[in-house]
């Protein structure tokens, strides 16, 4: 069982940075995705960005602003977000897709995540 563990969220202004960072508590191979989904008051859960086997995804709202990393060794995974939008405030969750060889931006497939961290865009 792996368990996913989120950090470094918290109120920044607007332009401002922050990095998320998601630990887990077992080695993810790095062919499996990990990703990054975020909900906003009253919206859905979406698809922020994701990381497979080094190659990187992104949503076309954060793309450009957001950087999505992997530490293998760590079994670490990192959002640095720079230029922050008051738009951008959500609950963060890391996600992992254990078994899957694909990234998807729907929810289904991901079957691990972490318990949210809230990061808020005062403008």
């Known amino acids: 069982q792996v368990q996913l563990v989120e950090s470094g969220g918290g109120l920044v202004q607007a332009g401002g940075s922050l990095r998320l960072s998601c630990v887990a508590s077992?080695?993810?191979?790095?062919?499996?995705?990990m990703g990054w989904f975020r909900r906003a008051p009253g919206k859905e859960r979406e698809f922020v960005a994701a990381?497979?086997?080094?190659?990187?995804f992104y949503s076309d709202t954060v793309k450009g602003r957001f950087t999505i990393s992997r530490d293998n060794a760590k079994n670490t995974m990192y959002l640095q977000m720079n230029s922050l939008k008051p738009e951008d405030t959500a609950v963060y969750y890391c996600?992992?897709?254990?078994?899957?060889?694909?990234?998807?931006?729907?929810?289904?497939?991901?079957?691990?995540w972490g318990q949210g961290t809230q990061v808020t865009v005062s403008s």
């Open positions: 996600a992992a897709a254990l078994g899957s060889s694909y990234v998807s931006v729907s929810t289904t497939p991901w079957n691990y």
């Open positions: 990381i497979r086997g080094g190659i990187t």
């Open positions: 077992g080695r993810i191979l790095s062919t499996y995705p």
